[in-house]
Structure formats: structure tokens, C-alpha cells
């Protein structure tokens, strides 16, 4: 079955301290996002991707970046964490233009030390 | 820009009783609306969705009518069970993209 899957599930790290987290979908959706979820806060879009080699800032993308290579993987990088990125991290993919439906990944908790 | 306001929680039910969630939005244009629901734990799954006025969309006997007059999308269930205890999120879609509600947290009681 088509999926899209998180690495690691769960991540300590310290402040300064550079952190990619994986996302990885096999449904070979053009469009994928990444998103944190606090509370209070709901999701708040970081960065978004629709194709490879195309990437947008977000909402909230102050000190993060993504690539997309290939169709399947848009990995998240922390260049320098802080302990303000301390959330839970979700991926989610989607079809094409023409659907706003979002399938989502089992999410990353990235605690910073 | 679109933004989605939901109902603060967190909210607490016996079994059995009847559920509304409510959920207004504003948007340009006319958007999708959907209704997410998270486990504990778990990523968010989508529990149903409708993408133009008066449609109504159901799942899982939950269910949530697009009202264009009054922007809502309230979330309805006749009869919660302990299993739909969960995070449940309203959104509105356009442009590919989603913009969520804060989130209600639900508890049902045995």
C-alpha cells in the first residue's frame, strides 16, 4: 500500500545543533508540506513543495530549509536548533492542483535541548 | 488571507451523546472544507470533507454540511463512542493548500 512515512519518530538534540528529519511518500504526489503543531497553535505550514526541484517558504520557515530532488522525499532541515523549534513535526502530501486533500505522515517530536 | 475557527475544548461527552463541533472559516472565493482527526500519537487522518455549498460530507456516522451563508462547517455525531476520543481539526482549503483550525479535544466517557 501507498504511504508516506517520518524518520526518526522521535529526536532529542541540543541548541546549535543542525537536525534533518525525513519524510518519504510512495503515492508520487507532486505536492508536500511540512508542518509543526503546538498547542494552542494547530498546524502552522513551515515549508511547501510542489515538484521536484520547486520549494516555498511557509508561515513559519524562519530557521528551516527543504529540498526536493526527487518526487518521493522533501527532508526538513533545523540549520541551528533552537529551543523554540521544540514540537511535533508532520509531512503531508497531495495529489495535483486539483485536490486540496492532504494525507499526513505519523509525525516527528523534536525536542531541543 | 483564509483563516478557520473552530470551537475551543477540550470538550467532554458521555457515550452516547450528541456531538457538535463548531467550525466557522473565511475565505476569498469558495474553498474546500474538511474535517481531520487525530489519535494520540498518531499523524492526522482525513474524516470527511465537502468542496462546495450545501454539500455534506460523512464518515464514520460523523457528518458536516457546507453552509456558504453563514461560513460554517460545524461537525455533527448522534451517538460518540469512547473510541472517538481524539484531537479533531477543522480546515479550509484553496490553492492546494490548507489552513487549520486551533483544534478541539474530545473525551468521551464510558
Known amino acids: 500500500d501507498a504511504e508516506i512515512t517520518q524518520s526518526p519518530r522521535h529526536k532529542i538534540t541540543e541548541t546549535g545543533r543542525q537536525v534533518t528529519l525525513a519524510c518519504h511518500q510512495t503515492w508520487n504526489h507532486n505536492n508536500m508540506f511540512w508542518y509543526r503543531q503546538d498547542l494552542g497553535h494547530g498546524l502552522r505550514l513551515i515549508h511547501y513543495?510542489?515538484?521536484?526541484?520547486?520549494?516555498n517558504k511557509g508561515e513559519v520557515s524562519d530557521g528551516y530549509s527543504v529540498s526536493r530532488s526527487n518526487t518521493e522525499d522533501l527532508p526538513l532541515t533545523l540549520e541551528s536548533a533552537a529551543s523554540s523549534q521544540t514540537s511535533v513535526y508532520f509531512c503531508a502530501s497531495s495529489e495535483s492542483k486539483a485536490s486540496e486533500t492532504q494525507y499526513f505522515g505519523p509525525g516527528t517530536r523534536l525536542l531541543v535541548l | 488571507g483564509n483563516s478557520v475557527t473552530q470551537m475551543e475544548g477540550p470538550v467532554t461527552l458521555s457515550e452516547e451523546a450528541f456531538l457538535t463541533i463548531n467550525c466557522t472559516y473565511t475565505a476569498t472565493g469558495y474553498p474546500s472544507l474538511f474535517w481531520y482527526v487525530q489519535y494520540p500519537g498518531e499523524g492526522l487522518q482525513l474524516l470527511l470533507k465537502a468542496t462546495k455549498a450545501d454539500d455534506k460530507g460523512s464518515n464514520k456516522g460523523f457528518e458536516a454540511t457546507y453552509r456558504k451563508e453563514t461560513t460554517s462547517f460545524h461537525l455533527e455525531k448522534g451517538s460518540v463512542q469512547v473510541s472517538d476520543s481524539a484531537v479533531y481539526f477543522c480546515a479550509s482549503g484553496s490553492a492546494r493548500q490548507l489552513t487549520f483550525g486551533s483544534g478541539t479535544q474530545l473525551t468521551v466517557l464510558p
Open positions: 513543495s510542489y515538484g521536484v526541484q520547486d520549494t
